[in-house]
Nanobody, 112 residues
């Protein structure tokens, strides 16, 4: 059974930082590309960051220079370091595996 569990969200002031985590089980994690998405209703879910099995990364233009995706294959976990958060960063952040399994999401709220 595949399971992705996100954590680390919360309320943060504009300009603040958070570290999101996504722990995976039930998949051969080390060979999987993994992604972070976010969704702020009524907008569509958007790809924020991606990391290949080899560790290559890619980012949406809106977060380049502020967000960093990383992975720890020993812990079957990916991370998203989110810095310099803006109010428009308020959203539910989801991780997704290459086989299109999704986690339940973690809420990030950016507000003063």
């Amino acid at each position: 059974q595949v399971r992705l569990v996100e954590s680390g969200g919360g309320l943060v002031q504009p300009g603040g930082s958070l570290r999101l985590s996504c722990a995976a089980s039930g998949i051969i994690f080390r060979i999987n590309a993994m992604n972070w998405y976010r969704q702020a209703p009524p907008k569509q879910r958007e790809l924020v960051a991606a990391i290949t099995a080899g560790g290559s990364t890619n980012y949406a233009d809106s977060v380049k220079g502020r967000f960093t995706i990383s992975r720890d294959n020993a812990k079957n976990t990916i991370y998203l370091q989110v810095n310099s958060l803006k109010p428009e960063g308020t959203a539910v952040y989801y991780c997704k595996s290459a086989q299109s399994y999704w986690g339940q999401g973690t809420q990030v709220t950016v507000s003063s």
